[in-house]
């Protein structure tokens, strides 16, 4: 079956430095993959996506790398603040499959 | 708003009562998703309107939930008997088409004694 899943559930990096998030999926013929973020007690929030045509997309202290080869994607945030904290989960947008997240903690 | 809003934000019930749970999407949103997220899990897909289509039911766990789109708006998520291990927080999104960026309402925490 379908799935999407993060390769470690938590992680913590220290105020400044950069932090990267990873996600696997299954399907092969998934093209479309968006990052959410969710913060305690809330809903999730979309931070960037990528399509299966691209390697890699920028956003505002964002990026997101794909490899198609090993179904892998990537979020990276730079410059990760304390407002980063939160859960983040990868998602295969057609199918509506999200991974399980990633608890992000930001150290001061 | 110009949000997701669901409603009721907390819902305590006992087990075999029936629940409703609605969902507000932003206006013009021709998409909406219903989600699952057990504590500390990730989101388990439920259904998924799209315009005046069939829903997706796919994900629904069982019989016992269903749920409609009134005028290709407001949606009630229902679930009949409840089980404990219904309790989660229910996680309705909009989206202006299936696939896109989907928007998340606060949830409904249902809590199923």
């Known amino acids: 079956g379908e799935s999407v899943g993060l390769h470690l559930p938590t992680l913590s990096v220290q105020e400044g430095d950069n932090s990267i998030i990873n996600c696997a999926y299954s399907n092969s013929a998934s093209d479309y993959f968006i990052w959410y973020k969710q913060e305690s007690g809330k809903g999730p929030q979309f931070i960037i996506d990528?399509?299966?045509?691209?390697d890699k997309r920028q956003g505002q202290r964002v990026t997101v790398l794909l490899n198609k080869t090993v179904k892998h994607l990537s979020l990276q945030i730079a410059a990760t603040q304390p407002g980063d904290s939160a859960v983040y989960f990868c998602a295969e947008s057609q199918n509506f499959v999200f991974g399980p997240g990633t608890r992000l903690s930001v150290l001061p | 708003g110009a949000g997701v809003s669901q409603s009721p934000s907390n819902k305590v019930t006992e087990k075999g009562k029936d629940v409703e749970l609605r969902c507000d999407p932003i206006s013009g949103h021709t998409a909406l998703y219903w989600y699952r997220q057990s504590l500390g899990q990730g989101l388990e897909f439920l259904i998924y309107f799209q315009g005046n289509s069939a829903p997706d039911k796919s994900g629904l766990p069982s019989d016992r939930f269903s749920a409609e789109r009134t005028g290709g708006s407001v949606s009630t998520l229902t679930i009949q008997r409840t089980q404990q291990e219904d309790s989660a927080v229910y996680l309705c999104a909009s989206s202006s088409r299936g696939g896109n960026e989907q928007f998340f309402g606060p949830g409904t925490r249902l809590t199923v004694l």
């Open positions: 990528i399509r299966s045509n691209m």
